[in-house]
């Protein structure tokens, strides 16, 4: 058993000790999008969704849960973050919309940040999705991914597309 880091020896779930790993800077950027019809890009962009301003809800949305991966993910370590930052971006994909959801997320620690990134650019959408259902409940939410992290003894990772 290990040969798994989150299994102890009696083949049941640890967190990973991570007391001897060294403190570096770190750094982790995910993406995640959503899919609108006109109807609700035209509504958020003109801030006319009945709950609010859904981009500045939505981004605090998502550095809330940044700040809280590790009570929704069992074997993820709290992190003391220096800094979320949540970036929105529109591209239009024939009659459809995308809002493009970046996070960076960074810290200064023993383990890296891409739960946290990752867990905000979900909230994120899912935020966006729950302030304009009433309008539309077609919405999908994309892909999420990791695009770049930074930091620690595996150094850095960029994703190739």
């Known amino acids: ?42 509504k958020i962009t003109d801030k006319q969704i009945g709950k609010g301003d859904v981009l500045s809800v939505a981004q605090v949305a998502g550095i809330m849960a940044a700040k809280q991966t590790s009570n929704i993910i069992p074997m993820c370590h709290p992190l003391p973050l220096s800094g979320v930052n949540i970036q929105f971006d529109w591209e239009q994909e024939e009659d459809q919309f995308a809002l493009v959801i970046t996070v960076e997320a960074k810290t200064k620690g023993s383990t890296g940040v891409e739960m946290e990134a990752l867990t905000a650019a979900t909230a994120t959408a899912l935020t966006v999705y729950d302030m304009c259902k009433a309008v539309d409940k077609g919405m999908v939410i994309g892909q999420t991914y990791l695009v770049e992290k930074t930091g620690g003894k595996s150094g850095v990772y960029r994703r190739e597309n």
Do not use: C, P, W
């Open 1 to 42: 058993m290990s040969d798994f880091s989150h299994i102890n020896e009696q083949g049941r779930a640890k967190m990973v000790d991570i007391t001897d790993k060294k403190i570096t800077s770190r750094t982790a950027i995910a993406r995640s999008s959503i899919l609108v019809n006109e109807e609700i890009y035209t």
